[in-house]
């Protein structure tokens, strides 16, 4: 869907919508953040060499405007399952490898259609905001779109993929520098990060627009 598309591209948070992968307990105490992802109490700590398991996940922000062109359409990720590893080194190295499902929900009202030459029904809508096609990275998606006066479309996107860099730590701060494209939900982003025992969590809040954007993961030493 290409809004939700566009929105990646802003941030390199992804956003909206929460979930958990995998077993969510933790020994790594958080704190609420209004109703977003819980936030990391920031602590620090060495990150001991090694390949950790995605254990928990969550991504939040607040609806976005969906398409300039139409004012009152908003894209809203309304789920994010994210699974797989990062392996770090001693020599501050790191390789990622994910499976990441995203599933947006993007609303248009009845005012739009038909405007300005754009989609006159929620069929014509569909065929608007499918998959990208210039879109290389290995992919399986799928758009439904429905309604009669107003449309609401639901897109699935699956993506595969791995990434690899370098990392830093300061102090609470935890920063990944990727070497080319990849998956990677936390590209250059600051993240306060916390080890406790065998698990690092990790979180991040942003802005895209007006919109608040938090990410929150725990990663578990295999």
Same mark, same amino acid.
């Given at each position: 869907?290409?809004?939700?598309?566009?929105?990646a591209?802003? =941030?390199?948070?992804?956003?909206?919508?929460?979930? *958990? =992968?995998?077993?969510?307990?933790?020994?790594?105490?958080? @704190?609420?953040?209004? %109703?977003a992802?819980?936030?990391?109490?920031?602590?620090?700590?060495?990150?001991?060499?090694?390949?950790?398991?995605?254990?928990s996940?969550? #991504?939040?922000?607040?609806?976005?405007?969906?398409?300039?062109?139409?004012?009152?359409?908003?894209?809203?990720?309304?789920?994010?399952?994210?699974?797989?590893?990062?392996?770090?080194?001693?020599?501050?190295?790191?390789?990622?490898?994910?499976? #990441?499902?995203?599933?947006?929900?993007?609303?248009?009202?009845?005012?739009?259609?038909? /405007?300005?030459?754009?989609? /006159?029904?929620?069929?014509?809508?569909?065929?608007?905001? %499918?998959?990208?096609?210039?879109?290389?990275?290995?992919?399986?998606?799928?758009?439904?779109?429905?309604?009669?006066? =107003?449309?609401?479309? *639901?897109?699935?996107?699956?993506?595969?993929?791995?990434?690899?860099?370098t990392?830093?730590?300061?102090?609470?701060?935890?920063?990944?520098?990727?070497?080319? *494209?990849?998956?990677?939900?936390? =590209? @250059?982003?600051?993240?306060?990060?916390?080890?406790? %025992? *065998?698990?690092?969590?990790?979180?991040?809040?942003?802005?895209?627009?007006t919109?608040s954007v938090?990410?929150?993961?725990?990663?578990?030493?295999?």
């Open positions: 869907m290409k809004p939700a598309a566009c929105l591209t802003v =941030s390199t948070v992804l956003v909206l919508g929460c979930s *958990n =992968s995998g077993d969510s307990s933790s020994a790594i105490d958080s @704190g609420s953040n209004g %109703g992802c819980p936030t990391v109490a920031a602590c620090g700590g060495t990150i001991v060499p090694g390949t950790y398991t995605i254990t996940f969550c #991504e939040h922000t607040d609806p976005v405007p969906a398409d300039e062109l139409c004012q009152g359409a908003t894209v809203a990720i309304s789920d994010v399952d994210l699974s797989g590893s990062v392996a770090f080194s001693a020599a501050t190295n790191y390789v990622t490898g994910v499976s #990441e499902t995203i599933h947006s929900v993007l609303y248009w009202p009845a005012s739009c259609l038909g /405007k300005m030459g754009g989609p /006159k029904t929620c069929d014509d809508l569909q065929k608007r905001f %499918g998959p990208d096609q210039g879109d290389t990275t290995p992919t399986t998606a799928t758009v439904t779109c429905s309604g009669t006066d =107003s449309c609401t479309c *639901n897109e699935t996107d699956t993506k595969k993929g791995s990434a690899m860099g990392y830093s730590t300061t102090g609470n701060v935890l920063t990944f520098s990727p070497n080319g *494209n990849g998956i990677s939900n936390t =590209s @250059g982003t600051p993240l306060a990060y916390c080890v406790s %025992g *065998n698990q690092v969590a990790i979180s991040a809040t942003s802005q895209i627009g919109a938090s990410l929150f993961m725990v990663l578990t030493l295999q």
